[in-house]
C-alpha cells in the first residue's frame, strides 16, 4: 500500500520513493493523491506538498513553484522549476 | 641561421605554452565530465514535460483561440535569431562554426525578404556579429559572471523572449547551439522555438489516457506549460553548448599539444645541428691552424 512519488525539477530528479500519501495544493484546489488514484494531471500554484511517509505520520512539507502533476499508473510525479 | 642562444629561448618559450594548452586540455576535461553530468541530470524532467506535452497536444487542435506561443502571431516577417555562444576561448571552431550556421541563415531569410534580429548569449558571439549586422542585435544577453549556465539563465532569457514576443517584435525564432555528440564532434544546430513546434502526438499511450481527468482544461494546462518548455528547451540546450565548449576546447587543447611537441623536437633538431657545426668548424680552423706550422 504504497504510492511511488517523484518530485523532479529542470536540474535533477529530487525525490523518487514510495510514500503512504502527497497531498498537493492544485491551482483549482488541494488534492491528496493515495496508491490507485485515477489518471489526473493538474497545474499546480505555488506552494507546499505535503508528503505522508506513513499513516497518520506528520507530514514533511517541500514548497515548489512553477509546479504540474500528473497521476498515472507509475504513480505521482511532480513537476517543479524550483524546489525549496 | 639563428644562434645558438636564440633557438634555445625558442625551445623553452614553446615548452612553456606547452604546459599551459596541456593544463587546459586536463581542465576542459574535467569541465566535460561535469558538464555531462548536468546534461544527463536534466533528462528526466524534459523527457516527462515533452510526454506531458505530447500527450496534450494530441487532443487539441491548433486554432486561432490557441495560445500565441503555439499558435504563432499569423504573420512570418521578423525572424529573432538567438545565439548561444561562451564566454571563453579556446576552444576552437566551436563559436564560429554556432556563428557560420547562424550567418547563413540570416543570409538566407534576408534573401527572402525577411527581417533578422540578433539575440546573442554570452561573449564570444558578439564581435563577429556586430560586424556583420551592426544594425540588428536585439539585445545581448549576459553570462560572463555565472560561471555554469543553469535554468536561473534559461529562465531569465525565456521571459525575455516572451516579452518581446508579446510586444509583437519578432514572429518567429530560432535558437542556434552546438549540440554534443561526442568529445570530438559537435553539431551546430538550429532550432525553431517560438513558435513552440507541436509536440509529436504519443500515440502509444492513448489508450491509457483515454480516462486522464484534467484540471483546469486541457487548453488552459498547455498554455500554462508552454512557456515552460519553452524554458526547459533553453536551458536544454544551454547544457548541451557547455557540453559542446568542454569538448571543443579538450579536443583543441590537445592539438595544440601536440603541435608545440612536434615544434619542439624539430626547434631541437636544428639547435643540435647548429651546435654541431659550430664544433666542427672550430675544429676545422684549429686542425688548419696547425697543419700550418
Not at chain 2, 510526454?51 to 486561432?64: H, N, P, W
Amino acid at each position: 500500500m504504497a504510492l511511488h512519488f517523484e518530485l523532479v525539477t529542470p536540474a535533477k530528479l529530487v525525490r523518487s520513493e514510495d510514500v503512504h500519501m502527497v497531498v498537493v495544493p492544485g491551482t483549482e484546489g488541494e488534492f491528496g493523491v493515495l496508491e490507485g488514484h485515477a489518471p489526473f494531471m493538474s497545474t499546480i500554484a505555488d506552494g507546499a506538498l505535503k508528503v505522508y511517509r506513513t499513516e497518520g505520520a506528520a507530514p514533511e512539507e517541500i514548497r515548489i513553484t512553477g509546479g504540474f502533476a500528473e497521476v498515472g499508473d507509475k504513480g505521482l510525479t511532480v513537476l517543479a522549476e524550483h524546489v525549496g | 641561421m639563428a644562434s645558438l642562444k636564440e633557438l634555445k629561448g625558442r625551445i623553452n618559450s614553446v615548452k612553456s605554452t606547452q604546459k599551459i594548452t596541456k593544463a587546459k586540455q586536463m581542465v576542459a576535461a574535467a569541465k566535460l565530465r561535469k558538464a555531462q553530468a548536468a546534461a544527463e541530470s536534466a533528462r528526466p524532467y524534459a523527457a516527462r514535460l515533452a510526454e506531458v506535452m505530447g500527450s496534450l497536444a494530441s487532443k487539441i487542435t491548433v486554432s486561432e483561440n490557441s495560445p500565441k506561443l503555439l499558435a504563432g502571431t499569423g504573420s512570418d516577417k521578423v525572424h529573432l535569431l538567438v545565439v548561444a555562444n561562451s564566454d571563453k576561448g579556446l576552444c576552437g571552431a566551436f563559436n564560429s562554426n554556432i556563428v557560420k550556421a547562424a550567418r547563413v541563415k540570416a543570409k538566407e531569410l534576408e534573401a527572402q525578404g525577411k527581417t533578422v534580429l540578433f539575440y546573442l548569449v554570452g561573449r564570444k558571439g558578439r564581435a563577429p556579429l556586430r560586424r556583420e549586422f551592426p544594425k540588428q542585435i536585439a539585445h545581448m544577453f549576459d553570462t560572463t559572471d555565472v560561471r555554469d549556465p543553469g535554468f536561473d539563465e534559461a529562465e531569465r532569457i525565456a521571459n525575455e523572449l516572451v516579452a518581446l514576443y508579446e510586444d509583437g517584435k519578432f514572429d518567429v525564432a530560432h535558437l542556434f547551439y552546438s549540440k554534443f555528440r561526442s568529445a570530438l564532434l559537435q553539431e551546430p544546430t538550429d532550432q525553431q522555438i517560438i513558435p513552440v513546434p507541436a509536440p509529436k502526438a504519443v500515440a502509444a499511450t492513448a489508450g491509457a489516457d483515454a480516462v486522464t481527468e484534467y484540471e483546469p482544461e486541457e487548453e488552459e494546462i498547455l498554455a500554462a506549460l508552454l512557456p515552460r518548455y519553452l524554458r526547459t528547451q533553453l536551458f536544454g540546450a544551454l547544457l548541451e553548448n557547455a557540453a559542446s565548449e568542454q569538448g571543443a576546447s579538450m579536443t583543441a587543447m590537445d592539438n595544440a599539444t601536440r603541435n608545440a611537441g612536434d615544434l619542439i623536437k624539430k626547434l631541437t633538431i636544428q639547435y643540435n645541428r647548429s651546435r654541431q657545426a659550430a664544433i666542427t668548424t672550430e675544429l676545422v680552423e684549429i686542425i688548419a691552424g696547425a697543419e700550418a706550422l
